[in-house]
């Protein structure tokens, strides 16, 4: 069954989480010409998607279809925090990432079987956390292209308080998903380059498929400080403990990247 309320606070606070869970997952930072040795870089960064798909949290509860621009998702946001990074040691890289955001909305809704509103209150907390490994296929100072394998850790606790119906639901997960992932870079002037990542994982493992693109521009600000500016694209199809998530998420982001 398909939820007909228009906006229901649970489908919005969910999906909004959903999307700062699922989505906001990296941001590819400005790479660097070989060196020896070890080099790092940490990018902080910011993610703006719209978000549509479908969201049951639990089997007894009807399933959520919606589609929401990023202006909706900002205004249930208690706070949220992203940063990724790499390591490289020759044509070896390691690449991480890590997201956590926290949502909540008060809101009055129609339930099917009631012909007058309830007040809702809604929490939703989120984790990601991802790790790749792999190797530079190529690796000039004019273009890099990397291939890499690894997993990403998903939390995710949502609670739906329905108060003068005396309603409550809570539902948390967690998941592995194992992807591979590749990564290009182009620098085609001394100050500018552009990078595009894509990763396809999930393989019923964890979810059943995940898959994300990110393309950025990049502009060198020092030696060490880049700043980069682009846009999106993150799916996911998860069913497993009752939980069904079917979204996608496209949108804006932008990053600040130190190296050392």
Known sequence: MTASTDRPASSRLLSAAAALALGA?????????????????ITPYAWA???????????ALPTASFDRPFSDILENLDGA???S????????VVFGDFTWSAVSEQDRIALPFAPFGFDV???????????????????????TLDLMAG????????????QAAGLAANQSDTWLDPVVAARARWQFAP??????????????????????????????????????????????????????????????????????
Request: glycine share 14%; net charge neutral.
């Open 151 to 162: 997993a990403r850790l998903w939390y995710l606790d949502a609670s739906v308080n329905i």
């Open 81 to 83: 925090f992203f940063l």
């Open 85 to 92: 990074g790499t390591a490289r040691y020759d044509r070896f």
């Open 191 to 260: 100050d500018w380059s552009v990078i595009g990542y894509a990763d396809f994982g999930g393989f019923g493992a964890g979810s059943q498929l995940t898959w994300q693109a990110v393309g950025t521009l990049n502009y060198r600000v020092t030696d060490n400080v880049f700043v980069s500016a682009g846009y999106r694209h993150m799916g996911l199809d998860y069913d497993r403990g009752g939980m069904r998530l079917d979204i996608d998420m496209s949108g804006p982001l932008a990053g600040v990247t130190y190296r050392f």
């Open 121 to 143: 209150h809604g929490q939703v907390r989120q984790l990601s956390a991802t790790l790749t490994g792999g190797y530079s296929v190529v690796d000039r100072p004019e273009f």
């Open 25 to 41: 997952g990296l941001l590819p930072a400005a790479g660097a010409q070989a060196q020896e040795g070890w080099r790092f870089q």
């Open 49 to 59: 998607p719209s978000l549509s798909g479908n969201i049951r949290p639990r089997p």
